[in-house]
Every structure is written in C-alpha cells, then in structure tokens.
C-alpha cells in the first residue's frame, strides 16, 4: 500500500501478545478482505502460539509467528523489513512506542498504537515525544496514529462525533470509565499491573479554563450512574486523551476524567504503596538492581488470565454538554461490554477486548484509505463517521442518551 491509502493492503504487523495483542490478532483474522496475511511478534513465543492455536480454532485462519525485543529498534527494523507489513500495530508496553516508531519511521511504514510514550522511571503521560515526529513522518508520507484504543481512542472519536454531528460548541466533556465486573482474586489489575499503577497512583488533574488543575491522588469522586450498571463511585484521574482533546476539542471550557475502583482495590493498593512496592525506581537486592514494580508485576495475575472467571460489564463513555442551535444540550455517548460474551468470542475480558477491537477499526480505516495523512495524528482529528460505524459491527455497540449530566 502507498502511504496515502489505496488498494493495494493486506499485510498487518501486530508486536505484543498479551491480552490486547490476543483481542487484536483475533479481530484482524475477522476482516480477512482487509488483513489478508498476519504477522504477530513478542519477546514471549509460547504467548505467541497460544494465540495462533486460539485464532485458528476460532477462525481457521494460520498466522505468522516472529520474537522481537521492542526495546531494540533495531530488531523492529529487521522484522519489518523481514515480513514488509503496510502496518504496524503495537500493543507492546508503552515504554516500547519510541523504539517502534523509530522503525516504522525507518521502514516508512504506518505506525498505531493504544497509548501514549511513558519513560520507564517517571510516571510522565505526555504526548509530546511522539508528537514531535510528526515533521519526520510527515516527510516520509507516512501515517502515525496515536492511542486507538478505548480510552483514549473510541472516547476521542466520541467528541469528534459530537464535535461534527450533535454540537455547534461544546463545552464540557466527562469522559467516564466503570468496569463493574468481578475476576474472582483477591488483587488484579485488568491491564499491564505496572501501567495501571503507575496510571492511578500519580496525581489528578484536569482542565479549567485555559489551565490545568492537579489534585492529589484518588482525592477527588463522586457517585456516577452508568447505563445497564448503576450508580459507581468514581475518581478522578488524569488520562492522556485530555491532552489531545484540550487541543482540538473547539469551545472547550472544562474536561475531566473519571474511572471506578472498588474499595477492596484501593485497600490493596494502599497496602502496596505503603510497603514501598509500587516504586519504580530500581533498589538493590542481593547485590541486583530491581524495580519494586516489576517485581510486583511477577507476583500479580496476568491480566490475560483473567477471562474465564470475569463476570459482569464495562460502561464506557463521554458525557458531554454544548449548545445545539441555540439551545443547551447534554448526551452521553457510551459503550457497554460483557466480560462473559467478550471471552466467549475472543478469549479475552472486555478491558482488552474493548481496548484491542478500536485497534483493529484504526488500522482499517488506514489500509481502506478512509483515513488518511501524512504525519502523526490523534485520533479526534479525523473523520469519526467510518470509525463509528465499523463499532457496531466488530463487537462493539455505542449508544447514545441524551439529557445526561454529571
């Protein structure tokens, strides 16, 4: 494929096999007219064929196998040029997007990832180290599409929806993440353990009129009812599609991110920081260097494990508030997922299945040339009417209510 979309597509380079990586390569294998060979990659083979055997038996379709350490550019350089995908989806740790947008920059290949850049000793969720390749890419003619996944992601397309079709201008947006169901341990995270911590032990902050308001962690929540779960109580947080968002959301006065926890959750994690084990500077132990984190991550279950036990859905959404014609306006455009019908299709809880389905439809809309450019771009800044109607048929549904306010 050219780098500006075309017909000739077809071959999908997909790095990282934990959950997302399983949710994606099985959803790919569910388009063969669009992802007609597919090439899955990771540190980890045995992840790597467990996936294959699962996407064969579910589909019949064989997929390719390779090891990559994404830490080495390098070795990207050379899977890439190995297999010449039109694409590559990564789904590794978010530590690895720099060294992988380095190869596709490289190999002038379209890059998408599900979330943002973060160095690996600094709980720092910026975009501004993949937004500065934009020029590079740019020059290369290639396409770089940041955080399609959920949130961010279908959140971003959500606003951009709104932004196009249900709003003059718009004011305030919540974006509000409940996962209500219930895995069965004691402690679990439902993503990478060392991202979802780093993620919810660093301070809050959202965006105010024209500035950014922090707060400490976990200090600020407030009882959300979601559609088909209930009322919640509800956090917030800061989240990296704020950043995009404040940028090309037009009119924007307020934006906040809000998720839900379980008080047996917090109890643990308390526990945790107390003990010193959610650091993520390296110590020394027996005369080695180790992050209490990573060590943390070892005795945690793999979030991929999760599926066969989860019960219970996830509501995802954005609750948004504007002028229509006029007139004051508030809708809630949202998601529900089943963790139970999600494993029953794919194998996977519907965290990663709500996070890897969007990474399939991104991908598409590039290879199919609905989406379009050169350079690197989020996910609000394009089209969302392709991308809102591909959700319903992959698996996941949106709806809309109107009248809902926080």
């Known amino acids: 494929m050219d780098a500006n979309g075309g017909k000739d597509m077809g071959k999908v380079l997909i790095i990282g096999a934990g959950g997302v990586g399983n949710v994606v390569v099985h959803k790919c294998a569910q388009v063969p007219e669009v992802f007609e060979q597919i090439v899955l990659a990771s540190r980890t083979m045995e992840k790597c064929r467990r996936i294959a055997e699962s996407v064969q038996a579910a589909t019949g379709r064989r997929i390719r196998l390779a090891k990559v350490d994404a830490d080495d ?5 050379r899977l890439i040029e190995r297999f010449k995908p039109d694409i590559v989806i990564n789904v590794a740790l978010p530590y690895q997007d720099l060294s992988i947008m380095d190869a596709c920059l490289k190999t002038s290949v379209h890059y998408l990832d599900t979330a943002n850049y ?71 995270t439902n993503f990478n353990p060392e991202i979802n911590i780093r993620e919810v032990t660093q301070p809050g902050k959202y965006w105010e009129e024209g ?37 090309h959301i037009k009119g924007l006065k307020r934006i906040r991110f ?64 504007g002028t229509k014609d006029g007139k004051t306006r508030s809708v809630m455009l949202y998601n529900v997922c ?43 800044q394009l089209d969302p009417d392709p991308f809102m109607e591909d959700l319903p048929k992959y698996g996941l549904p949106w709806h809309m209510l109107e009248g809902k306010v926080l």
């Open 73 to 77: 550019s390098r070795q990207v350089v």
């Open 118 to 188: 973060e160095p690996p000793f600094k709980p720092q969720f910026e975009y501004k180290w993949q937004w500065a390749y934009h020029k590079d890419y740019k020059k290369k003619g290639i396409m770089g599409l940041l955080g399609c996944g959920f949130d961010p992601g279908v959140t971003n397309v959500f606003c951009a929806y709104a932004q196009k079709h249900l709003f003059d201008q718009i004011h305030y947006i919540d974006i509000v993440d409940c996962n209500a169901g219930e895995h069965g341990h004691p402690f679990a």
């Open 211 to 247: 500035r950014w308001i922090k707060v400490d962690p976990m200090s600020v929540s407030m009882d959300i009812d979601y559609p088909q779960v209930g009322p919640r109580k509800s956090y917030l947080l800061y989240h990296e599609e704020l950043e995009s968002l404040v940028r």
């Open 258 to 321: 809000w998720m839900t926890f379980s008080d047996q959750y917090l109890t643990h994690l308390k526990v945790l920081q107390n003990l010193g084990l959610t650091r993520i500077d390296p110590i020394e132990f027996e005369g080695k260097k180790i992050v209490p984190l990573k060590f943390l991550k070892a005795l945690l279950p793999d979030p991929a494990s999760l599926g066969p036990t989860y019960k219970g859905k996830t509501c995802i959404g954005c609750i948004i508030q």
């Open 338 to 380: 089943d963790h139970q019908a999600a494993y029953k299709q794919v194998k996977a809880q519907a965290v990663s299945y709500t996070t890897g389905v969007p990474a399939m439809i991104g991908a598409k809309q590039i290879l199919e040339g609905k989406w379009q450019g050169k350079g690197v771009f989020n996910v609000e």
